[in-house]
């Protein structure tokens, strides 16, 4: 199966931010202003089937960056959101 990662637009951000997770995963549940989803700092990316189907999305964003020594050190964090029916077909 292949999936794309295109970058966010405000379609999908208007259909990420409409999902809705069951317990235990309701912490997902987005309520998010849909500009940080948008904004190209904090980079999200909308994850599409091969049919061009909405199926996730995926986020990158750095933790923190600081020097040592002669070294520069960054730490970042991504994540891999699906949407909730998928989830659950995952689970079986």
Aim: charged share 30%; proline share 4%; net charge neutral.
């Amino acid at each position: 199966m292949q999936f794309d990662f295109i970058q966010m637009d405000e379609a999908a951000v208007r259909e990420i931010l409409s999902w809705r997770y069951d317990e235990p995963y309701a912490v997902y549940n987005r309520e998010d202003d849909p500009s940080e989803m948008l904004d190209r700092r904090s980079p999200h990316y909308a994850v599409r089937d091969g049919t061009g189907k909405l199926v996730g999305f995926f986020c990158s964003a750095s933790l923190y960056s600081h020097s040592m020594r002669a070294q520069s050190v960054s730490t970042s964090e991504q994540a891999l959101f699906t949407r909730p029916h998928l989830r659950a077909k995952m689970k079986k």
